[in-house]
């Protein structure tokens, strides 16, 4: 099962471009269009990334399996990725 985000509609909705989003995420640009284009599945570093990017947003609000409803469990747990954040 994939996992994909939400956090390409999100930036968009406020005006940001991928290079804002890179800066933001700590991620690089071309990183992101992997991630956009579904060639890279998000891995911990970018799950951090773009936890660190909307700061207000929790791992279920950027993070959604792609093939399914049921709850997928990446490398790193909610609880986790929130740490991260607050850190």
Known sequence: MGLKTTAFDRAAALDWSIADLAKRSGLSIATLYKLRDGTRQPGQQAIEGLLRAFPNLTY????????????HQPDL????????VAA
């Open 60 to 71: 279920r609000d950027l993070f959604v399996p792609s093939n399914s409803t049921a709850v």
């Open 77 to 84: 747990d909610v609880q986790q990725a929130e740490e991260v």
